[in-house]
């Protein structure tokens, strides 16, 4: 039945994927320029480094073109993710999960291989395609349909959600690419929290994860390239043990640390700070340009950067809340969590709190598979949170 009381013409094609239901009135305005304020705001300081590159004859820094390309790319995911009907996401959200995996299984196949990772797909189109970003969106679809009619009442229930999890996370520590695999429990934890489930039990399992990560490193079960990074962490909180392995195990640490601290609290000035000048920072465009933003915006534009971020993912979990049906609340939260955790790590790496991993800043870095993972993340979320799906399960009645 349509909304007017008569019977609504079944859709055929393409108008079974999208359809031009999206409520306007309820759509978050104000969270679409948000995002695209944190996007303008790292393509101006990705032109900043292009400059400085150009300045001062430096070849193989930041290609601003190709990333302007890549958003030109992944516009139009974001408006496909806009405009996906939920009900279709819903009824595929197996589909989703099985590709994602599909394409990790791949990987090690079919995958480019650099810095001795296989992390790549190349494409036809000089595009390499990075599945394990992808992923971590197909994670949040999938969670959400398996906790759609699920309560967590029952032991099945717990096992089906860590299989979900768990699988995915395997293939994307073997390629190898364990920050991002290791990204992936804070979503899932917080969509379990969503879905109703108990902080004792999430407690639980923290308190399991923490007992198998102490035996991965007590028996060597990661590489020895990772352990070294959790070593030299431990190892140079102080700044001498810093700065004596500064040319060594500590090199990427210690440059990004120094950018921080040399942005004072006004900062350098775009494009002039130790990191654009000197260019030592390792991969300053993408899992150090927190660092680089924190050197020329100071203090001051560091914060402003975080509290961007935590005002966008505090407003997509607020949107969440009012949604009456399930499934469109742990999508939507889920997408808000997915920009809260990359956040936190990514800057979590660059201040010295968390040992060193590479992580992408979502809509900010470089990077055509994140900026395409979460523009349709940001898609999916602003148009289903738009919508007004009808629901008759238990929580659509709560106070």
């Known amino acids: 039945m349509s909304r007017s009381g008569g019977f609504e013409p079944r859709r055929r094609g393409f108008a079974r994927l999208f359809a031009a239901d999206i409520e306007w009135a309820r759509f978050d305005w104000h969270l679409l320029t948000l995002a695209f304020l944190l996007c ?3 393509v101006l300081a990705l032109h900043a480094m292009s400059e400085a590159d150009a300045r001062f004859d430096r070849a193989g820094g930041p290609d601003f073109e ?4 890549k958003l030109a790319l992944a516009l139009p995911f974001f408006l496909a993710g806009l405009h996906l009907r939920t009900g279709w996401l819903r009824r595929h959200a197996w589909w ?25 797909i190349p494409l036809p189109i000089g595009f390499d395609l990075q599945p394990s970003e992808l992923a971590k969106v197909a994670l949040v679809v999938v969670l959400a349909r398996l906790l ?34 290791l990204c992936m429990l804070p979503i899932a ?31 060597e079960w990661v590489r020895d390239y990772q352990l070294q990074r959790v070593r030299t962490w431990l190892g140079t909180v102080e700044a001498a043990p810093l700065i004596e392995a500064r040319n060594g195990a500590a090199f990427h640490v210690y440059h990004a640390r120094v950018a921080v601290g040399n942005g004072g609290l006004l900062g350098t000035g775009l494009g002039r700070g130790v990191a654009n000048v000197a ?81 992408p800043l979502p809509l900010f ?35």
């Open 148 to 181: 759609h009619r699920s309560r967590l009442d029952r032991a099945r229930d717990w096992f089906l959600a860590a299989a979900v999890v768990l699988v995915p996370m395997a293939l994307v520590a073997r390629q190898p690419d364990l920050g991002t695999a």
């Open 96 to 120: 989703i999960g099985a590709g994602a995996l599909v394409l990790l299984a791949l990987v090690p196949i079919i995958g480019q291989e650099r810095n001795h990772a296989r992390r790549w």
């Open 279 to 359: 260019g030592h920072l390792p991969e300053r465009d993408c899992d150090s340009i927190f660092a680089v933003l924190a050197e020329e915006g100071g203090w001051f534009g560091a914060t402003t950067l975080v509290v961007g971020y935590l005002l966008l993912s505090a407003g997509l979990l607020h949107a969440a809340s009012a949604q009456r049906e399930r499934f469109s609340r742990l999508v939507v939260g889920g997408v808000g969590l997915y920009f809260a955790a990359h956040l936190f790590i990514h800057a979590g790496v660059n201040l010295g709190l968390v040992p060193l991993t590479g992580l």
């Open 40 to 42: 303008g705001t790292g």
């Open 365 to 399: 870095s470089t990077g055509g598979s994140s900026l395409l993972a979460s523009f349709t993340a940001l898609g999916l979320a602003l148009g289903t949170s738009a919508r007004r799906e009808a629901s008759l399960d238990e929580d659509s009645f709560r106070d």
């Open 66 to 69: 190709g990333h302007l390309q």
């Open 189 to 219: 934890l917080g969509v379990l929290y969503l879905a109703g489930a108990s902080a004792k039990r999430l407690g639980m399992l923290c308190a399991v994860g923490a007992l198998v990560a102490l035996c991965a490193v007590q028996f």
